[in-house]
């Protein structure tokens, strides 16, 4: 069981240090150059624009507006998919309303043709409240860019809205009634929701002249249905309506039911609430002088029915529910071909968001789908398919790292488990994890931060070494001062004998005599 634990730790450590060790890997910076499109020209185009040039400075004029304090920017962008070359039309301010528009290059009436509105929209920040809309604007010759706000006439509005409970791409279309000439709004139902994410996508609103509506984002279509059957309110209002001046009579009945008058009530049905509680028992210690006489507790009564009401019978003189009598409606009207548009000379941004950097580009309002199909492609689709790629190499590089830490926490929770159904084992590994970890991290530090300076034991040995040639060399003169006081004892001793030898040479002859 130790050597298993042990294992195991030193499994986990290892992972672990692998992780840790390991970068997360990040996608390669994108090698896609944006090369900007020709603008596609003839009849069929109403207006297009892709802001790569410097004169949609002077086709696009922001409102003066006092409400719009919103300012907005020419430019590729700041977001991780801002490319050189690709500018766009961006929302510059948190928390503002903006407004922005430009003329047509000449006012166009739409009849008999399909209408087609197309551009595409980048959240660089996100869209958490505002709108993302492109109008096109109720022809007006004497229109003033400058004084462009939510009040200015248009015709058609079209793109996402989020905010709250609203998340929806909107179409709406305002109608003009023949009979009052009064405008009305009539919505697209159902909404399709929005996209939310940070990428590029393109929406295109399609009419055609047999009223069928198509909505299509990135060139997918997500919804198809009629100007006649799925606008609300309805484009031509009902036939009859309900007489504003019908009241409901005074003896009308319009309760299905009444009690029961012949019903009688059961002669046991009146029950107390409560009841006592016939299982309690007095407590040893009451004193009935003392403590009053004692009672048992109330409890809820089982056999209590509430108060009793008679049944509810079919009332037979039910007349059912009423309802005012119809009459003609004098605003009727029939409009047939609400895809003929009234006259149109600009298109425009007018929103409110609490999110800054929209970008809005490749602009295109024509009759003729497949000229819009082939813009898009040429100056959308590129840049598409790059962000898709980004994202997706982003995706792996997550994905890899959240299998390293998977693996992780697999080996954790296994020797979690081990060690929590083995204590002792498991503080005997511990012991040791703590002893491992000093030596590793010891190591680590001998490794990459190496001293200049000697070991402590190094010193010491040197030291020693020191001490002991000095030593050696102190006995060494010792033993050589020892040697020389011996040599001169051994000269004294010789000049001596010399001496004593020279007297005893001396004496020797004057024995003789």
């Known amino acids: 069981d130790m050597k298993l634990a042990t294992v195991a730790l030193l499994a986990l450590l290892a992972v672990a240090g692998v992780v840790v060790a390991q970068p997360i890997p990040t996608p390669e910076a994108p090698a896609f150059k944006y090369v900007s499109p020709p603008l596609p020209t003839g009849d069929d185009v109403i207006f297009v624009e892709n802001f790569d040039d410097e004169g949609c400075l002077k086709r696009w004029i922001p409102s003066s507006k006092t409400a719009f304090k919103g300012k907005w920017t020419f430019s590729e962008g700041s977001d991780d998919f801002a490319y050189e070359g690709d500018k766009g039309l961006i929302v510059d301010s948190k928390a503002q309303k903006h407004a922005i528009s430009a003329r047509f290059p000449q006012p166009v009436t739409v009849r008999d043709k399909p209408l087609i509105i197309q551009y595409s929209v980048r959240l660089q920040h996100g869209l958490d409240c505002g709108g993302a809309y492109i109008k096109l604007l109720l022809a007006d010759k004497n229109r003033k860019p400058e004084d462009f706000s939510n009040d200015t006439p248009y015709v058609i509005m079209f793109g996402p809205d989020r905010c709250g409970g609203t998340q929806k791409t909107h179409f709406i279309l305002r109608h003009q009634n023949p009979l009052n000439s009064e405008w009305e709004e009539k919505h697209y139902n159902p909404a399709v929701p929005p996209k939310s994410d940070h990428q590029s996508h393109l ?42 001046a019908d009241k409901k009579p005074a003896d009308w009945v319009d309760e299905k039911t009444i009690s029961d008058v012949t019903a009688v009530k059961p002669a046991d049905w009146d029950q107390p609430k409560t009841i006592y509680d016939d299982n309690a028992i007095k407590p040893e210690d009451w004193d009935d002088e003392t403590d009053g006489e004692w009672e048992p507790p109330e409890i809820p009564n089982p056999a209590y029915r509430g108060e009793w009401k008679p049944p509810q019978v079919p009332n037979p003189a039910y007349k059912g529910e009423w309802k005012p009598k119809k009459i003609p409606n004098p605003h009727y009207f029939v409009d047939q071909h609400p895809h003929n548009l009234p006259e149109i000379d600009g298109i425009g941004f007018d929103i409110w968001t609490m999110n800054d950097g929209i970008v809005f580009d490749n602009i295109i309002v024509t009759t003729n789908k497949a000229i819009a ?21 982003r995706k792996a590089a997550l994905e890899k790292d959240n299998f390293q830490l998977d693996s992780v926490s697999k080996v954790a929770s296994t020797a979690m488990q081990y060690m929590a159904e083995n204590p002792i084992v498991a503080a005997a590994v511990v012991v040791s994890a703590i002893g491992l970890l000093t030596v590793f991290v010891y190591a680590c530090t001998l490794v990459c931060c190496p001293s200049n300076e000697e070991a402590p034991a190094e010193k010491k040995q040197s030291k020693k070494k020191g001490k002991a040639k000095e030593s050696d060399s102190e006995d060494a003169s010792e033993d050589e001062a020892d040697d020389a006081a011996e040599g001169e004892k051994k000269d004294d001793a010789k000049a001596v004998s010399s001496d004593d030898s020279k007297d005893v040479r001396q004496r020797k002859p004057a024995k003789k005599d």
């Open 203 to 244: 929406y295109t609103l399609e009419i055609r002249p047999d009223n069928q509506v198509r909505i299509y984002i990135d060139g997918e279509q997500v919804t198809a249905g009629s100007l006649l059957e799925n606008m609300v309110p309805p484009i031509s209002p009902p036939l009859e309506i309900d007489d504003p």
């Open 373 to 393: 199909d082939k813009f898009g492609v040429a100056g959308f689709s590129p840049r598409a398919r790059e962000e898709a790629r980004v994202v997706a190499a």
